[in-house]
């Protein structure tokens, strides 16, 4: 417990020399910052876990976590020589902005995990195990949107602060489309993941690993506008609606497996996350959000996005289906590549960019 204070206490200042890093898109020096601390990490652990003579958990524990303590206190130093100044005015933007973000987080949090809890409580044991490996699968897609959103956010960020909220429709379009194509591609090897991480036993949980795999490109939208809505200064919305979607889902989530089963959560969460869209889209409409998104353009990220779920139960009943599936899908997406070289090429271009923007 002590070491994990520590740990909470140390990972803010790494979290926001990390931010700091990306807004001014220095991205080599971030990168091999979280890097070395991660080999330095595994292999601290490792060997302190295989050469502890008493508690090797311990050992394990402690290599795990004290890199990251160490680096967490050097840049708490850091930042202190920096600037000691205290102004009550930039706490006061922070608490007004944030303390709805907390509860966002908070909600997104309960959106994702409440269906294992409930689940737990009103299922049997092999079915939280089937809900668990599939909840796996999503971390999977949440990894590609956590690095994706990364690289975005500042050059996003940039366009939107310079007006040029037109600038961004179609990069935006080509990253939420990125997604879709990451997220399919899991779909299609879902069987090799499962099968790797819980074995034939646990064949059960590729039926729900669509409906879960796919909340993770919704969670990637509402984060996007979530973004959208700390940039206008109004996120209390974002605390609100994901509040609001929380309890909901829960709710759903008992009466789904009632009705239905445990398998119900999954679409349960779907649902919700569809409402939590909507309402976030309706509640921007206010702040220009078409020029980015058209309405029609999200309606058809969410037609598709759907329409993975019977196609990825249809493919996994056949694995020469499945398998000629994953070969059209890369012909076409090598052909896809080759059409959109140049678009493709401008959006890389975003997120390799170094140097900022410089602002009128």
Not at 3 to 30: D, G, N, T
Not at 157 to 164: G, I, R, S, T, V
Not at 243 to 250: P, S
Request: charged share 15%.
């Amino acid at each position: 417990m002590m070491i994990l204070f520590l740990y909470l206490f140390a990972e803010p200042a790494f979290m926001m020399f990390q931010s700091k890093q990306r807004v001014e898109y220095r991205y080599r020096l971030s990168a091999a910052v979280a890097l070395s601390i991660t080999f330095v990490s595994s292999g601290l652990a490792v060997a302190l876990a295989m050469t502890s003579s008493g508690d090797r958990l311990f050992g394990r524990i402690i290599g795990q976590y004290s890199p990251s303590i160490i680096v967490g206190a050097v840049f708490y130093v850091f930042f202190l020589k920096k600037s000691r100044t205290i102004r009550l005015s930039n706490y006061k933007y922070a608490l007004l902005l944030g303390l709805p973000l907390a509860f966002s987080y908070l909600g997104s949090h309960i959106l994702l995990s409440s269906d294992n809890i409930i689940v737990k409580h009103m299922c049997l044991g092999e079915q939280v195990g089937y809900l668990s490996l599939s909840h796996t699968c999503t971390r999977i897609v949440l990894l590609l949107v956590s690095a994706l959103t990364t690289a975005w956010s500042p050059w996003f960020y940039d366009k939107l602060n310079a007006n040029q909220h037109q600038a961004t429709r179609r990069p935006f379009m080509a990253f939420i489309w990125l997604l879709l194509l990451g997220t399919f591609g899991v779909i299609l090897f879902a069987p090799e993941i499962v099968a790797i991480l819980g074995g034939k036993q646990y064949a059960e949980s590729l039926q729900i690993v669509p409906a879960n795999i796919l909340n993770g490109v919704f969670t990637a939208l509402v984060l996007q506008f979530t973004n959208y809505e700390v940039f206008n200064k109004k996120a209390g919305y974002a605390g609100k609606i994901t509040g609001g979607v929380a309890v909901f889902n829960i709710a759903l989530d008992i009466i789904g497996i009632k009705l239905f089963g445990y398998q119900a959560t999954c679409y349960a969460t779907v649902i919700s996350q569809i409402i939590a869209i909507l309402l976030h889209y309706h509640v921007m409409k206010g702040m220009r959000i078409s020029e980015i998104l058209p309405f029609k353009d999200l309606l058809a990220v969410l037609v598709v996005s759907l329409l993975m779920i019977p196609l990825g139960l249809i493919i996994y009943s056949s694995t020469v289906l499945r398998w000629s599936v994953i070969g059209v899908s890369f012909v076409a997406m090598i052909g896809i590549v080759w059409w959109k070289r140049k678009e493709i090429e401008s959006l890389v271009g975003i997120f390799i960019k170094r140097k900022r923007i410089k602002k009128d």
